[in-house]
């Protein structure tokens, strides 16, 4: 990687990635040239920010607009009591360069929606989808088919979690995972109303930070093309294959989207 160097001291920090054969050193250069957006900075984006940025990706931008709530404090472990009313963003910043000065945290306090999508996500290598609601998840998707740019998903529901990649070198998208229309019941409950525990969100978003470390250092199995599914009480593991569909790949503008 011309022109990326890592110090003698992000030699040290990152000894054990580095001995991983699938890393090596120029995998950890690979990561410190690395520029990646995490939208939302909820749940699923705190794990997601902590081992990103422990690992050493060079870039990361923070896209949130929310506050932080006492209800947040369960499972949102960037952020302690004295935070609550504060933007998520801000304090996830501090946090997260106490973690790891090397990496450059950049934040953007707005609400992703159809008509910023494209100028908001235009520079990134790699965009993580961390959000909790439909609308904005095919938000995400047409942008990064648009920009050709791959999408690591998350979600979850309870006990549940899936995590997938989508838009991946021509593989699936999110519609062709989870194809909208309008005649479709959408059964989906705000997160306010759903319970679950810290813990799922934590396990979810390790294994979408996990994703991230593979695209950008080549290391075979990424999660396209299959979803991940996990049920933390049953402790089940199972890969659900994702049918590539070429007209969701020739979307030109972003629409047709869900309300909620």
Do not use: W
Not at 8 to 16: A, G, H, M, S
């Amino acid at each position: 990687m011309s022109g990326i160097i890592l110090t003698p001291q992000e030699i040290r920090r990152y000894n054990k990635q580095i001995l991983l054969s699938e890393i090596g050193i120029e995998g950890q250069e690979k990561l410190k040239k690395s520029n990646v957006a995490v939208v939302g900075a909820g749940g699923l984006g705190c794990p997601v920010l902590q081992y990103l940025t422990a690992a050493g990706i060079g870039k990361i931008s923070i896209i949130e607009f929310d506050t932080v709530d006492e209800t947040n404090l369960q499972r949102q472990i960037l952020y302690g009591s004295d935070d609550v009313g504060k933007l998520k963003s801000i304090i996830a910043k501090t946090r997260l360069e106490h973690l790891n000065s090397f990496t450059k945290i950049d934040i953007r306090n707005l609400k992703i929606n159809e008509v910023n999508s494209l100028e908001t996500l235009t520079d990134f290598d790699i965009i993580v989808d961390a959000t909790d609601n439909l609308r904005t998840r095919y938000i995400i998707s047409d942008t990064c088919v648009i920009l050709d740019k791959p999408m690591v998903h998350g979600a979850i529901y309870k006990y549940e979690g899936q995590v997938g990649v989508f838009n991946y070198r021509g593989g699936p998208t999110y519609r062709c995972y989870n194809p909208f229309n309008r005649g479709k019941i959408i059964l989906n409950p705000a997160p306010s109303q759903t319970g679950l525990t810290g813990m799922l969100p934590g396990i979810a978003g390790t294994i979408m930070a996990n994703e991230v470390l593979k695209i950008i250092t080549g290391i075979e199995n990424v999660l396209s093309g299959k979803v991940l599914h996990f049920n933390i009480i049953e402790y089940s593991f199972r890969l659900i294959n994702v049918k590539n569909l070429p007209e969701n790949h020739l979307i030109s503008k972003i629409g047709d989207l869900p309300n909620n």
